[in-house]
């Protein structure tokens, strides 16, 4: 299956940002976010189950939003009240991929969101 996450840019701490995660088929897994920051380790983002059912990580909860529109094949997330921190190459893939990588798509270039203080 072929991901395409967009979305990402340049905005200053405080801002907003809404990244895309485009799929061409329908997908039957829960499907997450990710980030990997320059010189550190992929983490976990944001989860969200077929039935809509949501997980985030400490640090982003009661920021970002993580939705899904099943009809365009095509998961969202609205990242609010960026900060430096949250800088990073953001990748959507399904929600065992780190823990399973057989269970991964292709991972992909990702999307860059930089946001300066």
């Known amino acids: 299956v072929q991901l395409q996450a967009s979305g990402g840019g340049s905005v200053q701490s405080g801002k907003s940002l809404r990244l895309d995660c485009t799929a061409f088929?329908?997908?039957?897994?829960?499907m997450a976010w990710y980030r990997q920051a320059l010189g550190k380790e992929r983490e976990f983002v944001a989860s969200i189950s077929r039935g809509g059912q949501s997980h985030y990580a400490d640090s982003v909860q009661g920021r970002f939003t993580v939705s899904m529109d099943n009809n365009k094949n095509t998961m969202y997330l609205r990242m609010s009240n960026l900060k430096p921190e949250d800088s990073a190459a953001y990748y959507c893939?399904?929600?065992?991929?780190?823990?399973?990588?057989?269970?991964?798509?292709?991972w992909g270039p990702g999307t860059q969101v930089t946001v300066s203080s």
């Open positions: 893939n399904t929600e065992e991929a780190l823990r399973d990588p057989r269970r991964a798509f292709n």
């Open positions: 088929i329908p997908i039957g897994d829960n």
